[in-house]
């Protein structure tokens, strides 16, 4: 079965600071590895996704994600944060596309002036 | 750009009684979703939804819970008798053939 392990329920950095954001996968195949954020009081929105390409996938906003197969890791960086990065971010696995999402549990970020 | 569209965004009702959700997803799109996160918690999977039936749905989707695409166009989730457990924001999703899903903005059930 899939799963998603997000370590760190809640990330807080400075501004112009690194982030990075934790996500651990279990599958018994080759899955399909997702970023999504959530803003307050909105919907989610994808920031990025990794489908078997390239190892090192670019996403909007400045993020990038890279898959470790040896690791079983999708973790979200971010050279410099800024404020409104603020959100909840959560990390997803499906084993096709078009198949359910099993998400990790949400880091929230947080970001000081 | 295209969107899915749910409504309405916050819904309150009583224990009991029966919701109807409603989502307008991507028109060219193939695959429908729902997925409820309760307050605080994770993002879950309720039922998928592709050529006018149910391809696989979850251990919370019980006889309580019910999907349809009444005209090519809404997609809908019924709960037929609210608990209190049912309170959450439900998220609609629709995904392409190929493709990553693309989510609503969500309705906020509170049940009372």
């Known amino acids: 079965a899939q799963s998603v392990t997000q370590l760190g329920s809640h990330v807080s950095v400075s501004e112009g600071a690194l982030v990075l954001l934790r996500c651990n996968y279990s599958s018994s195949v080759p899955p399909y590895l997702f970023w999504y954020v959530q803003y307050p009081n909105q919907g989610l929105q994808l920031l990025l996704k990794y489908t078997s390409a390239a190892t090192l996938v670019k996403g909007i906003n400045g993020f990038e994600a890279e898959f470790k197969k040896s690791e079983t890791s999708f973790h979200l960086t971010k050279p410099s944060a800024h404020m409104s990065d603020a959100a909840e971010y959560f990390c997803?696995?499906?084993?096709?596309?078009?198949?359910?999402?099993?998400f990790g549990q949400g880091t929230e970020l947080s970001v000081k002036p | 750009e295209p969107e899915v569209t749910q409504t309405p965004s916050h819904q309150v009702t009583q224990m009991g009684q029966e919701v109807i959700l409603r989502c307008v997803p991507i028109s060219n799109h193939l695959y429908f979703y729902w997925y409820r996160q309760i307050l605080g918690q994770k993002v879950e999977f309720l039922v998928s939804?592709?050529?006018?039936?149910?391809?696989?749905k979850s251990e919370i989707f019980d006889d309580q819970f019910s999907v349809e695409r009444p005209d090519g166009s809404n997609f809908t989730l019924k709960i037929r008798s609210t608990k209190l457990e049912d309170s959450a924001m439900y998220f609609c999703a629709s995904t392409p053939w190929q493709g990553e899903a693309f989510f609503g903005q969500g309705t906020r059930l509170t049940v009372v």
């Open positions: 997803a696995v499906t084993l096709n596309q078009g198949g359910k999402l099993i």
């Open positions: 939804f592709y050529n006018n039936e149910i391809s696989e």
